[in-house]
């Protein structure tokens, strides 16, 4: 530099006194980086991870374990064909989770500090009372390896913000080169990237890393008096090679098309009706009989779902699974938030219950094994039982004869979320587009309208599936935590559904 | 654990860094907080969760283009890494169109008053006051089963400090109260739960009165069936009108309007419902739930008339929209947690009471549904789309009486129609919640059951 304007001189002064300020500072080609990792932010070694643990027992209780976790994420948004916002963080700490029979205590730090975390065991311990069973740790923690089914080629991390920028321009431009009509686009991407420790009072040691992507895009189409809006989500744990090839096109033009399909939308009816769900909508599954099928509500006894295994609880051409042993599904891990090896379980096969999801409590409670389902949101909260990846089998019908078969009713093909009452059963999921059936054909486009019926009664009224599948990413809230997850489908049909239109 | 014993200095000092470090503006906005949740149920209790936590979050901007860090390492070595991330991001971003807006100082702009009371609360009395709900509910008649009473409580501080001399402090408090009971009766099962928010314990309601309404809420849906499909009036109670101004805030938000992706965007100055309808955003207000005196920009909160006798008044702004439109910034830009960005939100955001009692309102419906809970409303929300759909429970009302308990059925209408109809406005106004109305009635909704 010949002149060095006043403010960048200052700028030099200034970090090099920070330099000096701070130890353990190094200025490395004008930027400053850490010398060399302090002790105090060094995580805890196998044996005082143990002490933890003892410390969190130390009053009783049937469980408990201690989760750390450091997570780096970065996002992206554009609107208007700009960048509208880079956020990036880290967040850092630790839980101790202490089960005392049905009771849970749980106390978390922003800290790796074993200091902190003794003192959250200590008061996570208060849960339990000194008169109540006691679990005892032999021998120092066992490291465990377990099955690896998520991989990624191009790790997140070595990708830089501009390349990530890049492609999320690619997805604008291709969204709004659909139509004039497409007037704004609004794109979101998220990238994580999920460092843990889980140790148990099992005796189990887990460490993990996990990745995941998800992008959004909002497409918005206007023409007269006639606007709607179109969306497109897509998710993955994988790296980089999750934007292959055309995948960014893609994604922008779907969204700009369904936007452009939805002008033409007219009220959806109102009253009972056939619905066929295209594949994808998984959802309906989720909130039908999913939440009514992790064991905390079973113990609870607020679920419609509770002392039926064996029972019939829907047609007998569905079988439902969820698990999380999937290689990049959103919902998808190697092992779960409490250790355990990620797996299918069977739900519900040919129409019969065959059991529920549980976690480390509610597995110990109802004497039955734990299926790889306590998840956490973080380690700021406490696994409970939660769905990963959902879906139902596909069956041999041809998709397109379940429309043919239908004379009236209406086809969902796209959805945007729903919930339930697991004690009553009563759900109800929305659909963002779909269309008429009418003499075995699709026709009228149909504006957003919500379904809603009693997920035991629906779940018997399915009477057609098809051979395909397909899913949607999602993310699912319970008891103040969200967890990622996804539904899968073949095309399937409910013979009779309360559809909330108003035409 | 890392506590921070001076926040002000603390957000100030960050800011310096990141400007020596590059950045030609700088915000930086910290929250300390001590949590607790509790969980009772059948009289003993079933979980607690307990954490003192502490996030930072700095935005930078550089040549007009801003990023923004964030992290929960308050140490020296953290601060340098949170500074040099955020400008090194900001460093590579191209300029946008419209650059963010720093708020400017503001003289004599001080906190909100969180609950001093709060902090000196045992975990018994807690546990007490959940036992309590727990029992008034497990006393209604036909109640089977306890979900539990539900607890949650946040006490801390924020600080807001940027580049233009703004630099404010505030303690807060904030509450959540829950119940839920269930009534089984002839192989089916009903749920019934009551929900408050509030900013301090003396706007609690009467615990007694919690556990009674989350019970009766169950019991009085004992027997529902559908509805056969039908048009008619349908009644939006204080625990459930809530849903309809928040479904109006997506089109009122100015980002959407200034992009052009609102049903409102052209409406200002228009009539847009009835003239019944005056539809306020007050985070000054003491008693409300979201009390606070500036947002997550550093803009002084006020008291704003969104719709005023059923004319638009004015739209949700933060700094931004409100440069775009034209308009005084209303504070509106909110930060959810301590790593949001800010972004348009509600405070105490209420439809004004009228003066008919909620019992004369049934008694002048022939016929229509009086609502008692609704789910999946939230699905269809959309600044350009005003199809508004959900699944309900409530009761049928023939004549001016309650017929009989309804559910598995779905309500639907334009969001437009039903604020442009809306004929009856209830007394019954109270801020439990943060968004909230009275009663009041659409006198034609498409019902949709069997």
């Known amino acids: 530099m010949d002149s060095l304007t006043r403010r960048s001189f200052l700028q030099g002064a200034g970090i090099a006194m920070a330099a000096c300020a701070v130890p353990g500072l190094v200025l490395r080609d004008g930027r400053l980086v850490p010398a060399e990792t302090l002790a105090a932010s060094l995580p805890p070694t196998h044996e005082q991870m143990k002490s933890v643990l003892v410390t969190a027992l130390s009053r009783g209780g049937t469980y408990a374990d201690l989760y750390l976790e450091t997570r780096h994420t970065t996002q992206i948004n554009i609107a208007e064909s700009e960048v509208t916002g880079v956020e990036y963080g880290v967040i850092q700490g630790g839980g101790v989770h202490v089960v005392a029979g049905e009771k849970t205590g749980y106390a978390f730090a922003e800290s790796l500090n074993t200091k902190d975390l003794a003192e959250c065991a200590q008061t996570a311990a208060q849960i339990a009372d000194s008169s109540g069973p006691q679990v005892e740790i032999a021998g120092p923690l066992c490291v465990k390896t377990f099955n690896k089914y998520v991989t990624c080629s191009q790790p997140i991390g070595d990708a830089t913000i501009t390349k990530k920028i890049d492609l999320l321009m690619r997805i604008d431009a291709a969204a709004r080169s659909v139509s004039p009509h497409i007037t704004q686009v609004t794109i979101s991407l998220s990238d994580t990237v999920q460092n843990f420790t889980i140790a148990s009072s099992e005796g189990h040691l887990h460490k993990d890393e996990l990745p995941m992507i998800y992008l959004r895009v909002n497409a918005y189409a206007s023409r007269g008096d006639d606007s709607a809006e179109g969306r497109f989500r897509t998710s993955a744990r994988l790296g980089m090679e999750f934007f292959a090839d055309q995948m960014p096109e893609e994604s922008g033009r779907q969204a700009a098309e369904q936007a452009m399909r939805m002008l033409d939308a007219k009220p959806a009816p109102s009253g009972e009706f056939p619905v066929v769900i295209a594949a994808g909508g998984g959802v309906m599954f989720h909130e039908a009989v999913g939440h009514g099928l992790e064991a905390d509500a079973v113990l609870q006894g607020s679920t419609v779902f509770a002392n039926r295994v064996g029972e019939k609880v829907a047609s007998d051409m569905v079988t439902l699974y969820d698990g999380g042993s999937f290689s990049e599904r959103r919902g998808s891990f190697n092992i779960d938030d409490e250790g355990i090896s990620a797996r299918k379980t069977c739900l519900i096969e040919n129409g019969i219950l065959k059991g529920y999801m549980h976690n480390q409590r509610t597995a110990k409670s109802m004497k039955t094994a734990p299926t790889g389902n306590g998840r956490r949101q973080s380690f700021r909260y406490p696994a409970i039982p939660r769905m990963s990846n959902t879906y139902v089998t596909a069956g041999d019908l041809a998709p397109e004869e379940i429309i043919n078969q239908t004379s009236k009713g209406i086809y969902a093909v796209s959805f945007g979320g729903g919930e339930v009452d697991t004690a009553s059963g009563q759900f109800t999921f929305g659909l963002r587009e779909a269309y008429l059936i009418e003499n075995g054909k699709v026709t009228t486009p149909l504006r957003g309208a919500n379904l809603v019926g009693s997920g035991p009664e629906v779940l018997q009224r399915i009477d057609l599936v098809g051979s395909d599948f397909a899913g949607w990413p999602g993310t699912c809230g319970k008891a103040g935590q969200w967890v990622p997850v996804t539904s899968y489908c073949p095309t399937l049909r409910v013979s009779r559904i309360t559809v909330g239109g108003t035409a | ?450």
């Not at chain 2, 314990?201 to 989350?214: Q, V």
């Not at chain 2, 550093?298 to 704003?304: D, H, L, M, S």
């Not at chain 2, 789910?375 to 009302?397: H, L, Q, R």
């Open chain 2, 1 to 450: 654990m890392s506590k921070v014993d001076n926040p002000v200095e603390l957000a100030s000092r960050i800011v310096d860094v990141a400007l020596r470090a590059g950045a030609s503006e700088a915000d930086s906005y910290l929250r300390l907080s001590k949590n607790t949740n509790l969980s009772v149920r059948n009289g003993e209790i079933e979980s607690i969760k307990q954490s003192n936590t502490v996030g930072l979050a700095l935005r930078v901007t550089i040549n007009g283009a801003t990023a923004l860090a964030h992290t929960t390492d308050t140490g020296q070595i953290g601060l340098m890494k949170l500074a040099m991330q955020a400008v090194d991001m900001a460093k590579i971003l191209p300029k946008p169109k419209d650059p963010v807006v720093y708020a400017e100082a503001v003289e004599n702009l001080t906190g909100a008053h969180p609950d001093p009371a709060l902090a000196g609360e045992s975990m018994d009395a807690k546990v007490s006051r959940l036992v309590a709900i727990e029992d008034a509910m497990m006393s209604v008649s036909g109640v089977t089963g306890s979900g539990g009473a539900h607890y949650s409580e946040a006490d801390g501080e924020t600080v807001l400090v940027n580049s233009n001399g703004v630099e404010l402090y505030s303690p807060f408090s904030h509450l959540e109260l829950s119940a839920e009971a269930y009534a089984e009766k002839d192989g089916e099962s009903y749920t019934g739960g009551r929900y408050i928010e509030a900013s301090a314990r003396r706007h609690l309601k009467d615990p007694e009165l919690i556990g009674k309404d989350a019970g009766w809420r169950a019991v009085s849906q004992i027997g529902a069936k559908q509805v056969p499909s039908t048009r008619a009036s349908v009644i939006f109670t204080p625990y459930t009108g809530w849903t309809v101004l928040s479904c109006l805030a997506a089109p009122l938000r100015g980002d959407n309007v200034a992009q052009g992706r609102s049903y409102l965007a052209d409406q200002m100055g228009k009539q847009i419902a009835a003239s019944a309808v005056t539809i306020i955003d007050d985070p000054t207000m003491p008693d409300g739930p979201q009390h606070r005196a500036f947002d997550g920009e550093g803009v002084p909160a006020r008291k704003i008339t969104m719709i005023d006798g059923g004319v638009l008044s004015s739209y949700f702004t933060d700094l931004s929209s409100a440069g775009k439109l034209g308009v005084q910034p209303g504070g509106h830009g909110l930060r959810g947690s301590y790593n949001s960005k800010p972004a348009i939100g509600t405070s105490n955001y209420y439809l004004v009471a009228g003066d008919k009692t909620p019992e004369s309102i049934i008694k002048e419906t022939k016929r229509g549904l009086l609502l008692n809970s609704l789910a999946g409303w939230w699905v269809g929300i959309s600044p350009v789309n005003d199809a508004f759909s959900s699944a309900v429970t409530g009761f049928w009302i023939e004549d001016g009486e309650i017929a009989y308990p309804v559910r598995s059925t779905s309500i639907a209408g334009s969001l437009r129609e039903m604020l442009g109809s809306i004929d009856r406005v209830g007394n019954d106004l109270d801020f439990l919640a943060p968004t909230t109305t009275p009663t009041f009635r659409v006198p034609e909704m498409a019902i949709s059951g069997v």
